[in-house]
């Protein structure tokens, strides 16, 4: 309407002002009347544009569900659109969810997955962090061209369509990109599969390496049957390579790779110390710089390669958190600082590949009570859930690693928890497993994803601003009941001892060759895809 005024008057001539023209009344209720059915017809016509518009997207786009969150002591807030997408590369998401943080500094655009462990459907975590990424747990999931990032994994629960079936393996990159780990080769999600029987196994011949613990060489320890290590994890729907020794040595020339946790990541770092040493023409090229060969104190061991320059390490930290005393009123008792890392990280801080684990010293009767033994500054907990003390531990570790590693040169793993198969008892109350020799068959037997995995998953490893490949391996040893040492831990001289080894069984740790070979498979194939440095290559 304004425009129309401005061109009467550009084309009218200029008159005087006291020469106006005097409108009749009558003349002015018409032109009224033309006004108001003009800007009618605009208004309807705008209406009738914009009802088209939103037509159009609502056939176009898929239904939107919304979350608000905000909070009183923020002032910003997040709102959730999940959403089904398609990328360019023909990968296909079962649920995934953008999130758009609106603040006082402006927009902020995150990825999220929708469908976490258990039974929660159609949910993301949030941490109230705009810096921070999110990780949850859906299989297939591919955004291309990125890098760097965490595998993690869960059991999710879905309908009969499909959506939100999946088991483990999802990549969380630096820059709040989600893939899936299984798409390294194929579409597919290469912790989520079964065992199938695989005769060129194992990598290393049984008894031919000098550096496996004699609590691990269930062979020379007697096991009578072999089936066990004649066994490969095939992931459904595609397949991952061999573990090439000489490859990985390449690729490792001149770095350092280190294992740090309990006894369970000495089982994998033995096993890849006898892995890459049986490519090794010349043995004796491959020695423990300190010239130990008995590893089960608690230490820093190292492996070198003379002919690669590089080393493999195990660095003995059982909880990662500091174990420590305290001294109260009635004397001192050990604690363990939820608050403090173990005094080991000056041994591995400058690693180009560092492989955590924690887990099966927090099942022990003194961290499952929890009563006046986890401590922060110089406060005891009377008492602690398990579960909350491993979390605030984990959170210790994630700071650490985002305060002290650098993202550009160090690669960190965090393996998950190895199953155990105790029956009858506990390892110190007569559980056994002696006598299995298949795995299990049925994935109907398996028991839950564990809960101190689903804390790392979903409440630590989200919050972090460094990429952590999460390697979930607590679904494919849990078929495992076959490869345990059970009672062949150790070699037994009489009768006597051999019977007393029933009561004292080890259905926790693995027997090597075995499992664990599969776990370093597993390294090589998520380092082939997300690696630095020569592993891009």
Not at 426 to 441: A, D, L, R
Request: charge should be neutral; proline fraction near 4%.
């Amino acid at each position: 309407m304004s425009l129309l005024c401005f061109r009467l008057l550009l084309i009218s001539p200029p008159m005087d002002s006291t020469k106006r023209l005097a409108f009749s009344e009558h003349f002015m209720s018409q032109r009224r009347k033309v006004i108001s059915g003009f800007s009618l017809g605009v208004g309807v016509s705008l209406v009738f544009l914009t009802v088209l518009l939103l037509n159009n997207t609502f056939l176009t786009a898929p239904k939107v569900q919304v979350f608000l969150q905000g909070s009183d002591s923020n002032s910003s807030f997040s709102w959730r659109f999940p959403f089904s997408s398609r990328y360019s590369n023909n990968s296909t998401s079962s649920l995934h969810s953008t999130e758009v943080n609106v603040s006082s500094e402006g927009l902020e655009k995150k990825a999220l997955l929708g469908n976490l462990t258990g039974n929660q459907k159609n949910t993301s975590l949030h941490d109230g962090h705009e810096e921070h990424g999110y990780c949850c747990a859906l299989k297939n999931v591919t955004e291309s061209g990125k890098e760097n990032g965490h595998v993690g994994n869960s059991s999710c629960n879905g309908g009969d369509d499909g959506v939100g079936k999946c088991e483990e393996g999802l990549v969380k990159e630096s820059n709040d990109s989600v893939v899936s780990v299984g798409n390294l080769f194929g579409e597919c999600d290469i912790f989520d599969g079964k065992w199938v029987r695989d005769e060129s196994k194992p990598y290393y011949p049984l008894g031919s390496c000098p550096f496996i613990d004699r609590n691990f060489d269930c062979h020379l320890n007697g096991r009578p049957d072999s089936e066990y290590v004649k066994w490969k994890w095939q992931p459904n729907g595609c397949d991952i390579p061999s573990l090439n020794a000489t490859d990985f040595l390449e690729k490792l020339r001149g770095q350092k790779l280190v294992f740090v946790g309990d006894s369970l990541n000495r089982n994998m770092w033995e096993s890849l110390v006898c892995i890459l040493r049986q490519s090794v023409s010349d043995k004796k090229h491959v020695f423990e710089i300190s010239g130990k060969t008995e590893f089960k104190k608690k230490g820093v061991y190292a492996f070198r390669f003379e002919d690669y320059n590089c080393s493999v390490d195990f660095v003995s930290s059982p909880f990662i958190v500091q174990e420590s005393t305290f001294k109260g009123t009635n004397g001192s008792f050990e604690t363990l600082r939820l608050d403090l890392m173990d005094q080991t990280t000056t041994t591995y801080h400058d690693a180009d590949i560092i492989v955590f684990n924690t887990g099966h010293w927090w099942t022990h009767e003194k961290t499952s009570r929890g009563e006046d033994y986890y401590q922060e500054g110089n406060h005891i907990y009377p008492r602690l859930k398990v579960l909350d003390a491993y979390t605030r531990a984990l959170t210790t570790w994630a700071r650490w690693i985002d305060n002290n590693i650098d993202a550009n040169q160090t690669q960190v793993f965090f393996k998950g928890y190895s199953v155990t198969h105790f029956r009858g008892g506990q390892w110190n109350s007569g559980g056994h497993c002696h006598k299995e020799t298949e795995p299990i068959s049925d994935g109907k037997h398996l028991r839950k994803y564990p809960s101190k995995m689903r804390a790392l998953e979903h409440v630590v490893l989200p919050k972090m601003k460094t990429p952590v490949i999460y390697m979930n391996i607590s679904r494919l040893t849990d078929y495992r009941k076959d490869g345990h040492p059970s009672i062949y831990r150790r070699e037994y001289k009489t009768v006597e001892e051999h019977a007393s080894a029933e009561l004292h069984q080890d259905c926790s740790h693995w027997c090597l060759p075995g499992v664990p070979d599969t776990w370093n498979e597993l390294l090589y194939a998520s380092l082939l895809k997300y690696g630095k440095g020569h592993w891009k290559s």
